[in-house]
């Protein structure tokens, strides 16, 4: 979704006021949880919806 629209992730963590790591880990799958609020500033700064950037996996192996 930032590809779309040609943001960076530096540019994504300033408008959404998270941290770069923060942000990375949320990228990169590695947290366990998000916020409801951190979605939805994440969602409306890159206009789409929670299912456009979630995705689920079982987890097993």
């Known amino acids: 979704m930032m590809a779309k629209r040609k943001m960076s992730l530096n540019e994504l963590s300033e408008k959404v006021d998270l941290t770069l790591s923060n942000l990375s880990i949320l990228k990169t799958g590695k947290a366990k949880a998000v916020r409801f609020s951190t979605l939805e500033a994440i969602c409306k700064v890159l206009d789409c919806q929670p299912g456009d950037i979630l995705e689920?996996?079982?987890?097993?192996?």
């Open 56 to 61: 689920y996996t079982d987890g097993q192996p």
